[in-house]
């Protein structure tokens, strides 16, 4: 296929024909609230957004929405678009198999169904016989209640699973008898930030806050607290386990058993990096909590356990991750002996069927080597190509083990792992309407502000010319030590199939080059990741990949903040602007639902006047000037997100709208019944793309788009 992108001669003529409609935008009245922050007085004129409660707010969000839409629907191949991506996106999917008691289970999605539905069969029997365990899909009628996480008794007899509604991180627990599938006492309510974890066959830990009092949407929970629900009771009994004391707050609290139910290990955080480590001996009901590490200046977890021989991983004096080992008896640091030693590439490491399996990302790309309980390295896993494994986990007692491969121009497809041959056989490939070998993936690296060499993949369709213009998004991320590696999606398989360029780049603040990567995207260093990333959109421009006026660049949540101070740091570098569900009030962005927690990440406003300052600098809402021209913005959100909370999107929109110079559109648009993208139906998935691509071509001065 073609380039089946068409202009209509150049970009400047369609662009004057956008000049004859600007947009009548709701108006948003002003406010008189201020704050002042070391002897600074900072105005905050749509502070009265942050209130979901109200019927102003709703009222506002209705207009805007009426607006965007009004907007979006004279988008003459909108529908195309949708068209193109529910042709794409209607194929068979299909998880890796697992093992729980007598049955064997795995996730499949039928083409366009809005969630995934689980099914199971016997152990032993062919996966036809399969028959559907839990359906999402009749949770509620418009596909907005999602399945969170399933979890099984040791014997397999029994399961708990969470479910969101609307998109909601407050969770239900509702407890199944697996044989019969009938429900079996109350459900649990009120869960948030929780894994599920059983003690056997007896009942299961679980963490949440205290729900809070006036908005449940943003409302801040900042005491996160452990409990054990013992089966056959109701909630109110539940035991606290570990938190609610005013002298100590964790933001973050896990616990989660280890496989032979002997011990019970415990995660405590203030923050979205580091923890503190406790380890409780089951075996023994009086056993007092035992500190591993009672500070939060590293990442460690306990990751299996060989009797009292505790295997750790961890960061502490390793940015790039080791395994270590220790005995119960004596678990501090000072006792701890390497076992998969730090290297120069950033571990990340799991266990299944007797071994441990260590991934390693080498410039965000992985490697795989397979090691026994003594360290012995067995192997190096050959894998099926360059991209991204992941997988390589089951119980110690399995015989079978999978992984899926993928990368951007490969649908994830599922590998049986041999672990005694090392040989990979493959179990599950995609039948989908997308074809790799007409695409290609190239990494290159390019030299930031400050002359740090900064990785990047972009991928295209064979053959494209380089003429500077090419429809291209930039997509980034830059934060809390997350890393962006190679993965297939099929909105972007649309966006190249129509011609476009999909770059991303591994931007600092990730945890692409380990925990130095990450602190140096931070605090007083966080310009260095807008910087990474306009330095991208530079690369590309200057290699003739695209142009200014065919750059779009795109990100969600801490992606939205970089968005967001990327086009009013540079609004002349790209044409158009797409920041979702971001954090966008740097100054207040910790006073909602969880978000003191991200001030590993962020600092806050009440550090310090340094801190204020630079933050205030580069907030997306305080960064917004009178007199500029801004590129092209469709801000997105939902009305339910509880862990960004739309105020942010609200009022970066408001200022927008109001300081706009020029005739480029700044609109937003609010998915109703929707939080922060866990769970959103396929359905309101396909039409967000097909808004965002709509949006962002014709903003790009696309005419229409060839039938070819």
Known sequence: MKNIFLLLGTVLVLAACHETTKIEYPVTKKGDVKDTYFGTEVSDPYRWLEDDNSEETAEWVKEQNTTTFAYLNNIPYRSEIKDRLSAIWNYEKVGAPFKEGDWTYFYKNDGLQNQYVVYRYKNGESPETAQVFLDPNTFAEDGTTSLSTLSFSDNGKISAYSISEGGSDWRKVIIMDAETMEQLGDTLIDIKFSGISWKANDGFFYSSYDKPKGSELSAKTDQHKLYYHKLGTA?????????????????????????DNNYLVITASISTSGNKLFIKDLTKPDSKLVTIIGDDSSDTHVIDNDGSKLYLVTNLNAPNTKIVTVDFSNPAPENWVDFIPETENVLSPSTGCGYFFATYMIDAVSKVYQ????GKLIREVELP?????????????????????????????????DFNTGNSELYVKPEIDFNPDNFESKQVFYTSKDGTKVPMIISYKKGMELNGKNPTILYGYGGFNISLTPSFSIANAVWMDMGGIYAVPNIRGGGEYGKKWHVAGTKLQKQNVFDDFIAAGEYLINENYTSGDYLAIRGGSNGGLLVGAVMTQRPDLMKVALPA????????????????????????????????????????????????????????????????????????????????????????????????????????????????????????????????
């Open 581 to 708: 569900v971001g954090v966008l009030d740097m100054l207040r962005y910790h006073t909602f639902t969880a978000g003191a927690g991200w001030a590993y990440d962020y600092g806050t406003s009440e550090d310090s006047q340094e801190m204020f300052e630079y933050m205030k600098a580069y907030s997306p809402v305080h960064s917004v000037k009178e007199g500029v021209e801004y590129p092209a913005t469709l801000v997105t959100t939902g009305d339910h997100d509880d862990r960004v909370v739309p105020a942010h999107s609200f009022k970066f929109a408001a200022e927008l709208q109001a300081k706009q110079a020029g005739t480029n559109p700044t609109l937003i648009r609010i998915e109703t019944d929707a939080g922060h993208g866990a769970g959103t139906p396929v359905s309101k998935t396909i039409e967000q793309y097909a808004d965002i691509f709509g949006f962002t071509l014709y903003n790009m001065g696309i005419e229409k788009l060839s039938a070819e």
């Open 235 to 259: 909630q109110s009994e539940d035991q606290l386990i570990f938190g609610g004391t005013a002298a100590e707050k964790h933001r973050y609290i896990g616990g989660y058993t280890t496989d």
């Open 385 to 417: 190509g360059v991209g991204t494994a992941s997988g390589f986990g089951a119980k110690k007692e399995d015989t079978e083990m999978y992984y899926t491969f993928t990368n951007y121009t490969t649908p994830g497809s599922i590998y049986q792992y």
């Open 371 to 374: 090691y026994d309980y003594s």
